[in-house]
């Protein structure tokens, strides 16, 4: 009995094939391979999946999360927790590096 495997496993060709086959679905020739798996899911009827999108963060946002982190961090280099400060420092660290790629994906090119 041969397994059937999931359609994301199939190759571009393998997918027009099986939506030839079907029939009802127009323009496969030109669809992607994600165009492709969704509209044979529609066509059998298979339920989506819901893709979860990561919320969007702006430069403000992340800047302000750092200015708190940075409060958090002088507290606790008060009380002596040196290695929880260090913790923070990390994390101030990398949304800086985060803040810099979103400038430079938002400031156009050039100058």
Same mark, same amino acid.
């Given at each position: 009995?041969?397994?059937?495997?999931?359609?994301?496993?199939?190759?571009?060709?393998?997918?027009?094939?099986?939506?030839?086959?079907?029939?009802?679905?127009?323009?496969?020739?030109?669809?992607?391979?994600?165009?492709?798996?969704?509209?044979?899911?529609?066509?059998?009827?298979?339920?989506?999946?819901?893709?979860?999108?990561?919320?969007?963060?702006?430069?403000?946002?992340?800047?302000?999360?750092?200015?708190?982190? @940075?409060?958090?961090?002088?507290?606790?280099?008060?009380?002596?927790? @040196?290695?929880?400060?260090?913790?923070?420092?990390?994390?101030?660290?990398?949304?800086?590096?985060?803040?810099?790629?979103?400038?430079?994906?938002?400031?156009?090119?050039?100058?």
């Amino acid at each position: 009995m041969e397994e059937k495997k999931p359609l994301e496993k199939h190759t571009v060709k393998e997918l027009r094939e099986m939506a030839l086959a079907m029939g009802g679905i127009s323009g496969v020739s030109a669809m992607k391979k994600e165009e492709l798996i969704k509209a044979i899911k529609e066509a059998k009827g298979v339920p989506l999946k819901a893709v979860r999108e990561k919320p969007v963060e702006s430069v403000v946002t992340l800047k302000k999360k750092c200015r708190e982190l @940075r409060v958090k961090r002088d507290e606790l280099k008060a009380k002596g927790d @040196r290695l929880q400060a260090l913790y923070i420092k990390r994390k101030i660290s990398k949304l800086k590096k985060k803040t810099r790629r979103l400038a430079r994906k938002v400031a156009p090119p050039g100058k």
